[in-house]
């Protein structure tokens, strides 16, 4: 069984830093097409951040450009997101998505931006 699952989310005030990760289970991460990361606030849709793809391209959302990282290590199976001066609208729930021509989901990390 194929799982996704986040972690290192938590409360940081404007201008921190927080790291997440993603640890694939029941498949190597490599396996996906791409893999990445998406946020959700309350009353808004699910929203893109970044995803890397199984040639190391990466692609950003225009909201995070400049200040989000996406990486991976293979060995660990292990996806992450370095998100550096972090604002208030970057409160959200994280969900790490892997793509293997259907869908999978994790069940994602709580970020609060707040002072």
């Known amino acids: 069984q194929i799982r996704l699952v986040e972690s290192g989310g938590g409360l940081v005030e404007p201008g921190g830093s927080l790291k997440l990760s993603c640890k694939v289970s029941g498949s190597a991460i490599f396996a996906f097409k791409n893999t990445g990361w998406y946020r959700q606030s309350p009353g808004k849709q699910r929203e893109f951040v970044a995803r890397?793809?199984?040639?190391?391209?990466?692609a950003y959302g225009d909201a995070v450009k400049g200040r989000f990282t996406i990486s991976r290590d293979l060995p660990k199976d292990t996806m992450y997101l370095q998100m550096d001066n972090l604002q208030p609208e970057d409160t959200g729930v994280y969900y790490c998505h892997g793509d293997s021509h259907i869908d999978f989901w994790g069940e994602g990390t709580q970020v609060t931006v707040s002072s």
């Open positions: 890397i793809y199984r040639s190391d391209d990466v």
